[in-house]
Nanobody, 115 residues
Framework: QVQFVESGGGLVQPGGSLTLSCAAS????????MAWYRQAPGKQRELVAS???????NYVDSVRGRFTISRDNAKSALYLQMNNMKPEDTAVYYC?????????RGQGTQVTVSS
């Protein structure tokens, strides 16, 4: 069955860095567009970045130039390198497979940017 397990979150100071990881299973990872989403308290879920199976990336304007999405198809793993972090990056981050219906949501990983 499809499963996503996110990890790597934590508390970081403004300007700091974190790398998130997502272990995916239950489907042929390499052919799917994968994405990172985030949801802050009281706000709607937001698409942060996506990456095709061949590595073409897309970012929301607020993170472009600071975040880098990548994947390792051999390991069915998705990553998000976050640099120069800001308090507004504080949220629970989730990975998911794009353009599908019915996938379960992972538990997410909490990222808090605060001094």
């Amino acid at each position: 069955q499809v499963q996503f397990v996110e990890s790597g979150g934590g508390l970081v100071q403004p300007g700091g860095s974190l790398t998130l990881s997502c272990a995916a299973s239950g489907f042929l990872f390499s052919i799917h567009v994968m994405a990172w989403y985030r949801q802050a308290p009281g706000k709607q879920r937001e698409l942060v970045a996506s990456i095709t199976g061949r590595g073409v990336t897309n970012y929301v304007d607020s993170v472009r130039g600071r975040f880098t999405i990548s994947r390792d198809n051999a390991k069915s793993a998705l990553y998000l390198q976050m640099n120069n972090m800001k308090p507004e990056d504080t949220a629970v981050y989730y990975c998911q497979r794009e353009y599908t219906i019915g996938d379960p949501r992972g538990q997410g990983t909490q990222v808090t940017v605060s001094s």
